[in-house]
C-alpha cells in the first residue's frame, strides 16, 4: 500500500509559476519499484497524464501539452515527488492529483495507476 498527499496548489496569475509536492508514504522502500505520475481534471473534462517518473531512476516523462514548462522531480530521501509548473495558461486551471502505478514502465493512462492522492487545486487567472 501506498499512500500519497498533494499539497502546493493555490491561484496564481498568467504566467506566474507554482510547485505542487507529492508526499508518498507506506511502501516507498527503492525495493519496490513504482512510478509517480501527475495527472489533471478541469472541471466537465476527463482526467488527463501530465508527467510520470519512476522512484529509482528512470527518464521523465512530460505531456507535450505541458512540455518546456512544466518539469518532474523527485527526492528520495523526502520521498516526495515534485511538478514545478511555469509560465502557467489559463487553460491549466485544474485539480492536480499525484498517483502511483506500481511498475517501473512510465505509463500514461488512469486506469494504469493503483493509488490516488485527494488532489490539489491550481487555478490560473488572467
Known amino acids: 500500500q501506498v499512500q500519497l498527499v498533494e499539497s502546493g496548489g493555490g491561484l496564481v496569475q498568467a504566467g506566474g509559476s507554482l510547485r505542487l509536492s507529492c508526499a508518498a508514504s507506506?511502501?516507498?522502500?527503492?525495493?519496490?519499484?513504482?512510478?509517480i505520475g501527475w495527472f489533471r481534471q478541469a472541471p466537465g473534462t476527463e482526467r488527463e497524464f501530465v508527467a510520470a517518473?519512476?522512484?529509482?531512476?528512470?527518464?521523465?516523462y512530460i505531456a507535450d501539452s505541458v512540455k518546456g514548462r512544466f518539469t518532474i522531480t523527485r527526492d528520495n530521501a523526502k520521498n516526495t515527488v515534485y511538478l514545478q509548473m511555469n509560465r502557467l495558461k489559463l487553460e491549466d486551471t485544474a485539480v492536480y492529483y499525484c498517483?502511483?502505478?506500481?511498475?517501473?514502465?512510465?505509463?500514461?493512462?488512469?486506469?494504469?495507476?493503483?493509488?490516488w492522492g485527494q488532489g490539489t487545486q491550481v487555478t490560473v487567472s488572467s
Open positions: 517518473i519512476g522512484w529509482s531512476g528512470s527518464t521523465p
Open positions: 507506506g511502501r516507498t522502500d527503492s525495493s519496490y519499484s513504482y512510478v
Open positions: 498517483a502511483a502505478d506500481r511498475t517501473v514502465i512510465l505509463r500514461t493512462a488512469v486506469a494504469a495507476y493503483d493509488y
